[in-house]
């Protein structure tokens, strides 16, 4: 992969300034964090470009962008080649998204799967780029491990990441996996909703009992953060919280890698900032998380406040769900916000509901919301199960022209508004007979 990455540095430079160069980029953090890293390299390479960042590439978009101008897409367009082989101008893609087409001649793509390596976010392969670049890039490797952590390619380091952890100068505890990891623990316990921990999450006093139980103490200076508890009060804590969890039916993994790195001159639990720059683009404030990835000022401050309002949006769309009308199968749940809830959320909010313990193991959790003359439809699975959602969706989705991706334990649709109800029959009739087939492999 790093002989094509040499490649496209030599193509973008022979670019020189002469045709402009238009960069589009994916809007989650992978996305903003490629967008961050590419464009800074090109600035300090001199190099001239615009940027857009888009939630996906439709038609539509497409068929807008200039060909006067040579096109790079980052995070997005590996699916989209067909399209792009219409356009006469250069392109050069830089994605890790499963490729369904034939390469066509004006697109020159760096996509690790044409490589056989092992899967790495885009913001790795910006990195990589950049560091090709100038080797005065490697300043940006913080925010490829931002964009690692965004896709959730941590559970699986390779040797990609290896480097780019050491480039970033981050640092890596074994831990809980309750972010931030940097702020007083009695705080990020008491409104967590990643991790649902009975009789604690949401109570103060259970809170306050359970670090009794495990032994942390309250300094003058409040609580301690769990980046900084001592490896004995970690594991005491990690401890208590599985007792109390061992009531529920089943607990994904509550421990793994904690990555703190410095961000605008502070260790920041990378978890936490990635959330923010994903909150921030689900608002539709994207340019803000941009800015925030570049170390503007201004941009951190309004990013934190879009966050602190995304945060407010969960928890009211949260309570919207527990107060509607939802259609409520033997094993599944849908709820049907129409325009309660924002399609860029009601992923997030399926996924909370589904570590919830309201529903049992394996209960498919279906939640829909408009999105303008589409419907977005997330799907979840409560627990570890083999069920495979990503299927069911597709049965119910194609016959009525609808698009699906995902994985088979979190996929999501987008259907023509106009067939809401036959969508929701299909669905329930496919729900009902419960015909679950295995997931398939390595998907
Ligand atoms: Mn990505």
Redesign the pocket.
């Known amino acids: 992969m790093l002989e094509k990455i040499k490649e496209v540095v030599n193509e973008i430079n022979a670019f020189g300034n002469k045709k402009p160069i238009k960069i589009i980029s994916?809007f989650?953090t992978?996305?903003i964090t490629s967008a961050a890293i590419f464009s800074r390299a090109l600035q300090r390479a001199g190099i001239k470009f615009s940027l857009e960042i888009t939630k996906n590439l439709t038609p539509e978009f497409l068929e807008k962008l200039p060909e006067e101008k040579n096109l790079i897409f980052l995070?997005l367009a590996s699916n989209s080649l067909d399209y792009l082989a219409k356009k006469k101008t250069s392109v050069i893609i830089l994605d890790?998204h499963e490729i369904s087409q034939n390469i066509p001649e004006n697109v020159t793509m760096i996509n690790p799967q044409l490589f056989g390596e092992e899967n790495c976010?885009?913001a790795a392969i910006c990195y990589l780029f950049a560091k090709t670049l100038s080797e005065k890039n490697i300043d940006l490797a913080n925010l490829a491990v931002i964009g690692m952590v965004g896709?959730q390619m941590e559970k699986n380091l390779t040797k990609t990441y290896d480097s780019i952890l050491k480039d970033s100068e981050t640092q890596i505890r074994r831990g809980l996996l309750l972010y931030p990891a940097t702020r007083p623990l009695d705080k990020v316990l008491e409104y967590s909703s990643g991790m649902y921990i009975p009789e604690v999450t949401g109570s103060f006093q259970g809170v306050i009992s359970l670090l009794r139980e495990a032994g942390i103490e309250k300094t003058s200076s409040g609580f301690k953060s769990l980046s900084e508890l001592t490896e004995e009060e970690m594991s005491r804590l990690i401890t208590s919280i599985v007792l109390k969890k061992s009531s529920q039916s089943d607990s994904p993994n509550i421990v793994g890698n904690i990555f703190l790195t410095k961000f605008f001159n502070k260790i920041e639990d990378v978890r936490e900032i990635s959330a923010l720059i994903n909150a921030c683009s689900r608002m539709g404030f994207s340019q803000s998380a941009l800015g925030f990835c570049l170390g503007n000022k201004n941009s951190k401050k309004e990013a934190e406040r879009i966050y602190t309002r995304y945060r407010q949006n969960i928890s009211s769309a949260l309570k919207y769900v527990t107060e509607a009308e939802k259609i409520i199968g033997k094993n599944y749940t849908i709820i049907n916000a129409r325009d309660k809830i924002k399609d860029t959320i009601i992923g997030t909010v399926a996924s909370i509901m589904s570590f919830s313990p309201l529903y049992p193991k394996g209960t498919i959790i279906i939640g829909m919301a408009y999105d303008q003359d589409k419907i977005k439809i997330s799907a979840r699975i409560s627990g570890e199960s083999e069920k495979n959602v990503r299927e069911i969706l597709h049965r119910a989705v194609i016959p009525i022209s609808g698009e699906v991706g995902g994985h088979p334990a979190a996929a999501g649709a987008l259907i023509p508004k106009e067939k809401e109800s036959v969508f929701l029959n299909e669905l329930r009739s496919i729900l009902d007979v419960e015909i679950v087939k295995p997931r398939s492999t390595n998907v």
Do not use: A, F, W, Y
Request: overall charge negative; hydrophobic content about 0%.
């Open positions: 994916h989650d992978d996305g995070d890790h976010s885009s896709d």
